[in-house]
């Protein structure tokens, strides 16, 4: 009798464990796709409108004249950036946490290449920092002229472009083991890991191709748009719109506990 009992008991401390881990899988599968949403905002801004707009191909003068008029934009993109590698980070765990039943390493292994592009991303912001120096041209630099300023600007965006390919690197390899967990999964369509497969293989084609063939650069960046946007887009809204399949989640993660035994 005492123990039929506690056989009835542990089994309905189980049904409320499994059932409390696939609404805070939900949730969690929410968070993510809403982070994912807010890179693909605060990415561009920052990055393309707060730098880009402001460099001038070839020309240092003028790209520096450009930094001092307008070092508060230039300083907001710089904010933003440091924001997403912020997000970049904790997108990292929660997606760690969704994939983990699928595979422990892998999924261990996608997050520590995530974890890599933000650490680079946020070495990164030295080049932006320098670039505002030598442009305003701090009074410690006085024994530089000024032509020597405006050159150590443009030498200092133009390693903020080469650093942005480096950890395109470790993005590509992030999505790529993010493709293969989402189509190995079973709660996620098998389409979107395909998709996001798809866009490493773009980011990697970007950042390798620049190295190999510099003169190649808008047909690259047109690749990587093509190849990255939708599926990492898709992804992103299908996590915010649909979720994950927490039947299918909880099965695979009662599996994996089960292989751990």
């Not at 506690?6 to 939900?26: F, M, P, Y």
Request: proline residues 2%; hydrophobic residues 55%.
């Amino acid at each position: 009798m005492a123990t039929g009992t506690l056989d009835r008991n542990e089994r309905r401390e189980r049904g409320i464990r499994a059932r409390t881990r696939t609404t805070s899988i939900g949730r969690t599968a929410r968070r993510a796709g809403l982070l994912y949403l807010a890179i693909f905002v605060l990415y561009p801004l920052a990055a393309l409108v707060g730098r880009s707009s402001l460099v001038v191909s070839g020309d240092a003068a003028s790209t520096a004249a450009n930094l001092v008029a307008d070092e508060t934009l230039f300083g907001w993109g710089m904010v933003g950036l440091a924001v997403v590698i912020c997000i970049e980070v904790v997108l990292a765990g929660l997606l760690y946490v969704i994939f983990r039943p699928v595979s422990r390493s892998i999924s261990l292994a996608a997050a520590f290449a995530r974890l890599g592009e933000g650490v680079v991303m946020a070495i990164n912001l030295f080049t932006g920092f320098l670039a505002l120096l030598a442009a305003g041209g701090a009074g410690y630099l006085a024994a530089f002229s000024r032509e020597q300023l405006d050159a150590l600007t443009m030498l200092a965006l133009d390693l903020d472009e080469f650093v942005v390919l480096l950890w395109g690197v470790f993005f590509a390899l992030h999505l790529l083991l993010l493709g293969y967990l989402v189509y190995r999964s079973g709660f996620l369509p098998k389409i979107l890991g395909v998709l996001l497969a798809l866009a490493g293989m773009g980011y990697f084609a970007q950042s390798l191709g620049f190295m190999i063939a510099p003169d190649s650069r808008e047909l690259l960046e047109t690749l990587v748009i093509v190849l990255a946007v939708p599926g990492e887009l898709a992804f992103a809204l299908w996590l915010v719109i649909k979720r994950v399949d927490e039947e299918k989640w909880q099965a695979r993660a009662l599996d994996a506990e089960a292989a751990l035994v």
